[in-house]
């Protein structure tokens, strides 16, 4: 039987009501398809007894929290903003190490939430987990491969119960949810965005100025990629994004000589993110990126790689 | 809403009980995809449970098929310590059983084969090749493209039948000739096999009969 979004959503209110009776709860969104299709079920389950939030880390994409905050109102669902970035950089100095950069930031997801749950009297967190985050946390036989924010990232003591209504789901499947909910398209069809943000798409230690390049980074390869897709060259990736690489490498910019750091392009083909091929991107649309990214962030990036692995052996995100 | 069966963390409660339908038991090795084989079987309409390998023997007797998942664990190099009863459902259970990459080697291992580590091992596209079309692949064309991930694999275990190859491995899937017992080394519970939920259908068929 295909899966039937319509009995999962009123199966998951009567779920989230029965978790959460009479208590409160918050939700964290990110602004990505699973937390949004969360938020809008845990609103139409407990009403005015949830609230939303959207932690800015600081390592969000280009314009994420407005973006966010508007779409997610378009759906119905009011979203407080909270600015912790320098939260985040703080807790995050000095680390290189994927793990540790991902248990760094599910806690401090936890910290800004627990004390936003004190506040609300709230009880319960909600949280857009799907299968794919528990599975590749690993656990028992199951090797970890990395630790999802929202699964092997949380602290082992937590002042809040967890509600995680889409556990079972795979993105296609949220997607489905979703459409049927009528949550705008720029929301149900938007590319997955890791919870730790562009904390994993900066290999190695983390700081202001690297998020910002590989923020800009990412806007570049997502406006060429849709404007590709858009003009009939190509279909758009199923994921698509920059990595900066820690690697500098010799150019010459205006016959000076220049030494700066390596963007990688990465752009997959799934349906459920548990295994990927690397799209076939048209040589002049590559080229264009490459232009674009040498170009605007000549300060600091003068090479651009394309990642052709598949998953397995590479996972989707590098980190 | 229960939490739908496939929850690895679900204890087993003897799920099936007073249920007609068909009762598959997917026996967790630990792989990335052992809840795609749920999915896969869900889609099917079939009611799947993920039970650890610790669950007592008696409590599998009553299903009509067991899945043996893939995982990290190498059989061939000593960590078949590691799958809790697995060896015993093997002995004891007669219905259809499917072994999947590890899964797979484990049933090879077991029934006197040499699972070692393959001289090129395969992650991600592999061709397949069919040489026997008979139930497993009945239906199928004589080679599609399937996505595979090990390091090892499993040669020579007497009685059984190898059903397909490719370039790499000699043995991308089996059967026995004396038992319904079958084994793929690739993945078919992922999308990007081709004809992967077909080659489910196919060992369920077998199933029902």
């Known amino acids: 039987m295909p899966f039937s979004p319509e009995k999962f959503i009123s199966e998951a209110i009567s779920s989230i009501r029965a978790t959460v009776g009479k208590s409160r709860a918050i939700i964290g969104v990110s602004g990505g398809v699973d937390s949004s299709v969360a938020a809008v079920l845990a609103a139409r389950a407990l009403g005015k007894n949830v609230n939303c939030v959207f932690v800015d880390t600081g390592l969000m994409r280009k314009d994420e929290a407005a ?4 779409s997610l109102a378009r759906a119905g669902v009011k979203v407080e903003v909270i600015g912790a970035s320098k939260l985040f950089f703080y807790a995050l100095r000095g680390i290189a190490e994927p793990e540790k950069k991902r248990k760094i930031i599910g806690e401090r997801f936890i910290h800004v939430f627990e004390i936003e749950a004190k506040k609300e009297k709230a009880s319960f967190l909600i949280q857009g987990t799907i299968a794919p985050d528990w599975i590749e946390s690993g656990a028992g036989l199951r090797d970890t491969i990395k630790s999802h924010h929202n699964v092997g990232g949380l602290p082992k003591k937590m002042g809040m119960k967890l509600c995680e209504p889409l556990r079972e789901l795979y993105k296609d499947e949220v997607r489905k949810v979703a459409r049927a909910l009528k949550l705008p398209a720029e929301l149900s069809e938007r590319q997955p965005f890791p919870g730790p943000g562009l904390a994993v798409r900066i ?5 202001e100025e690297k998020a910002e390049t590989v923020r800009e980074a990412c806007a570049i390869v997502e406006e060429e990629l849709e404007l590709a ?3 009939g060259k190509m279909e758009r990736p199923w994921q698509y994004f920059a990595v900066l690489l820690p690697i500098k490498s010799v150019g010459v910019l205006g016959d000076k000589r220049a030494y700066g750091y390596t963007i990688a392009v990465r752009a997959v083909e799934s349906i459920d993110g548990m295994t990927a091929k690397a799209s076939r991107i048209p040589p002049d649309v590559l080229e264009r990126i490459s232009e674009r990214i040498t170009r605007e962030l000549k300060e600091h990036v003068n090479r651009v790689v394309y990642d052709t692995t598949s998953k397995p052996p590479g996972t989707i995100e590098w980190e | 809403m229960e939490r739908l069966s496939g929850s690895q963390e679900k204890p087993w409660r003897g799920y099936f009980s007073g249920c007609p339908c068909m009762k598959v038991l997917i026996v967790d090795f630990g792989s990335q995809w052992t809840h795609r084989i749920h999915r896969t079987l869900k889609y099917l309409d079939v009611e799947s449970q993920i039970i650890p390998v610790t669950t007592p023997v008696k409590n599998i007797l009553p299903a009509d098929a067991l899945i043996l998942s893939g995982g990290a664990i190498r ?17 004891k259970f007669q219905g259809p059983i499917m072994g999947i990459c590890a899964g797979q080697q484990f049933i090879g291992l077991h029934f006197g084969g040499k699972a070692q580590p393959c001289k090129v091992p395969e992650f991600g596209k592999v061709e397949l090749f069919i040489d026997e079309h008979n139930d497993l692949f009945e ?14 694999d499993v040669v020579g275990t007497p009685g059984f039948k190898v ?7 000699s043995n991308e899937a089996f059967k026995s000739e004396s038992r319904p017992i079958y084994g793929c080394l690739f993945h078919p519970e ?4 081709e ?3 077909e080659i489910y259908a196919n060992f369920l068929k077998i199933v029902k009969k």
């Open chain 1, 203 to 207: 290999m190695d230690e983390i700081n």
């Open chain 2, 190 to 193: 992922v999308e990007h096999t």
């Open chain 1, 67 to 70: 973006t966010v905050k508007s």
């Open chain 1, 229 to 231: 897709s858009r003009e």
């Open chain 2, 75 to 91: 059989v061939g190099l000593g960590d078949a310590s590691q799958v809790g009863n697995a060896r015993k459902y093997l002995d």
């Open chain 2, 163 to 169: 059903l397909a190859h490719s370039k790499d491995a």
């Open chain 2, 195 to 197: 004809h992967g939920s």
């Open chain 2, 139 to 152: 239906g199928l064309p004589d080679k599609f493209t399937v996505w595979a991930s090990h390091n090892d």
